[in-house]
């Protein structure tokens, strides 16, 4: 009758004024009845009116125990009972539910078999969705050490490379012809952008096991400190950058300047050819902040406005734009790890709107 491949067990807190030998031989064809009257470890419990204040509190005490992982609990409601189950709508309560259906007496077997079928079915979906979530948190643990790991371990040999290349070209530039030469700056100049892709993936494997505490965070502080960093490549491609007073929101402050930086830079070093002009926005939507940064540069196409934010993809040449690919996949990553979503909206030519949001600091936690 279940989905799980044991027997599920049932522990029956019906007193012998609810005919509790009546309904344990009713459920022991089914299932593995448990007939202890001290709340133990089950799958479900089957409580009656009679009985449901005494156990009250060691069963609120599993059920709280037991979430997220769902712990049914099914009460018998009689007629002739003076103390009657009142309880409000399940829509109206918060998680972890106490009790998760009301059955009426005198028992109708089939409904009753029905009922906790669908609840023991459900109990055991969520033992598989919890055992999943742990094996991918795991997995995704043991990634992030990879990347670590090999990000690392790749420095030192790459940084070698790299200075005797350098060292081969002031000892013997003058020695070399212009095609070896040509051969050598190649070759360094692959050094450094392989550098500057391990370092990104360093820095994307830190953003969730070496980030900072959410505290609450001034975002016209963030958006200050990042215009100072940048003002050199601010000054350089003449950029005009305005914004609305920005709120105060829940997040780790280095990794917002990060967020900021990543997209105010890409906004001016995308301008074409034009004096890049790029407009920073906020607007209030429920419990989050909606943070857009608008520029009015190349563009990029519908088609590709999913794929940006994956790690090393790249829609132009090292020729044409310098880069890692690895930028707005940082930024996808440090909006997730703040509980919002970043999304972009665009058309070749016509500029880009890098939306994402963040919780308010009045935003009820979870």
Known sequence: MNSSDRQQTIQLLVGEDGNR???????????????????TEADCYLVDDYTFPEH?????????????????????????????????DP??????????????APIDPPVLFRRLDTLLTRRQQSLELRHYITRLKESNKSLEQF??????DLQEPLRMISSYLQLIEQRYGNELDE???????????????????????LEYSRIDTEGGQLTETELNDVLEDVQADLQMKIDEHDAAITSDSLPRIEGDPDQLRQLFQNLLSN???????????????????????????????????????????EVF??????????????????????????????WVDSEPGEGSTFTFTLPAVDAPRG
């Not at 550098?195 to 993936?201: C, S």
Request: hydrophobic share 35%; glycine share 8%.
């Open 21 to 39: 030998a009546a309904v344990r031989e009713l459920l022991s064809e089914h299932y593995d009845v448990i007939t202890d009257q001290s709340v």
């Open 56 to 88: 009250h509190s060691d069963l609120l005490e599993r059920v709280e125990d037991a979430y997220p992982v769902f712990c049914p609990v099914v009460a018998i409601r009689r007629e002739d009972s003076s103390l009657r189950l009142t309880l409000p």
């Open 91 to 104: 829509g109206d309560r918060e998680p972890p539910l106490l009790v998760n259906e009301t059955v009426d």
């Open 147 to 152: 990347a670590y790991a090999a990000s690392h």
């Open 179 to 201: 095609e070896v030469d040509e051969f050598l700056d190649f070759a360094i100049d692959g050094a450094n952008r392989m550098r500057g892709m391990i370092d990104g993936l």
């Open 267 to 309: 906004a001016i070093e995308y301008s074409g050819d034009e004096q890049p002009e790029v407009a920073v926005e906020a607007e209030r939507s429920g419990t989050e902040w909606q943070i857009s940064v608008t520029d009015d540069g190349i563009g990029i196409d519908p088609d590709d406005q999913e794929r940006i934010f």
């Open 313 to 342: 993809q790249r829609l132009h040449s090292h020729d044409e734009y310098a880069g890692t690919g690895i930028g707005l996949a940082l930024c996808k990553r440090i909006v997730k790890r703040h509980g919002g979503r970043i």
